[in-house]
């Protein structure tokens, strides 16, 4: 049987044939694939694998279910990957290349002016985690497709999926924290990579034209005379935006930033501070709603548009 996971679909299909397989083992799977028993592993200390100044822990109970890649200066800046080593054995055995079977995490390093780059694009799986003194970015990488896949022809013992799924809960729950923690030069960055982060960064680096800023006081404005970069900065310096449930739009008003080029406008609601809601499609027909907060804890976005709003109406004569 072979066990290839690569959507939504096949994980919840997977599930219920892991479940219905398990007991086809004399013992736990997981235990099988380890050599070090479970209750050593959880005192064991952690192997240490270093790459570019930067230490990466890997957990004992891991470390020998895991390969470990360590590039040496990879164009795209990646310091390791983590690829589970069933799975990565298990399709070469039959036949399969590529596609990066039993890809668990990575990690690379970007400078500032290509992070600038990269947030205007969509970089599914990636994520700004950590930025160190010299002001270069980190990202932490995990799969958008599980790569999880078991041998054509399994032996009896054969693991069907605890393993697996014990590996990628370690990566994606606790990995970045230990890297952090095991690198002080370090300091945690959290930044979101919405659609709103995307449509604000190329806005900032001069991609989008045409757009404006509104209001129900002047209606729309045109950015003459006045530079957008500060109130850009201000409203993605620390920014985190994460997606709500639409019932919770607000009522009332908002500042609107419409960008023609993206077919999109941003409102940012005056009563109920911190939401902001895209609009988008050919007709506007599209909606999702975020709450954003700031790693300071007192930026207020509405404000900003709101001043930003305030100093065109001033360029234009209006105030």
């Keep these: 049987m072979s066990i ?3 959507s939504i679909f096949s ?16 013992s736990s799977p997981a235990a099988q694939q380890e050599d070090v028993p479970p209750a050593e592993a959880a005192s064991a200390p952690d192997t240490v694998y270093t790459n570019g100044g930067i230490q990466f822990p890997v957990p004992a109970r891991c470390v020998k279910l895991v390969t470990v890649d360590l590039p040496e200066n990879a164009e795209d ?11 990565a054995e298990s399709a070469a055995a039959d036949g399969f290349e590529g596609d990066n079977f039993g890809y668990l995490f990575g990690v690379k390093r970007v400078s500032p002016e290509r992070l600038d780059e990269l947030m205007t694009e969509d970089i599914p799986g990636q994520e700004v985690f950590a930025r160190d003194a010299e002001g270069n970015a980190y990202l932490y990488c995990m799969p958008t497709d599980v790569t999880f896949y078991r041998p054509l022809d399994p032996d009896p013992g054969t693991d069907r999926g605890a393993q697996w799924e014990m590996l990628y809960a370690w990566a994606e729950a606790l990995e970045r924290d230990a890297i952090l923690e095991s690198n002080e030069g370090l300091t945690p960055d959290r930044r979101s990579h919405t659609d709103v982060d995307i449509y604000l960064a190329r806005l900032a680096r001069g991609e989008e034209s045409g757009y404006t800023v509104s209001s129900l006081e002047f209606g729309p404005l045109e950015p003459d005379g006045v530079d957008a970069a500060p109130y850009l900065e201000r409203l993605r310096s620390g920014a985190f935006f994460q997606l709500v449930n639409l019932l919770d739009t607000p009522d009332g008003e908002y500042y609107v930033l419409n960008l023609p080029d993206e077919q999109t406008r941003l409102d940012f609601f005056i009563g109920k501070r911190g939401y ?3 609009v988008y499609g050919p007709n506007g027909e599209l909606q999702l709603l975020y709450q954003v907060s700031y790693d300071d804890g007192s930026t207020d976005a509405t404000e900003i548009m709101r001043e930003w709003y305030d100093a065109l109406a001033t360029a234009q004569g209006l105030k």
């Design 4 to 6: 290839r996971i690569r």
């Design 276 to 278: 902001v809601r895209q």
């Design 77 to 87: 800046g990646t310091l390791i990957s983590v690829y589970e080593t069933l799975s």
């Design 11 to 26: 994980i919840v299909l997977a599930a219920a044939l892991i479940a219905a397989l398990a007991g086809c083992a004399a």
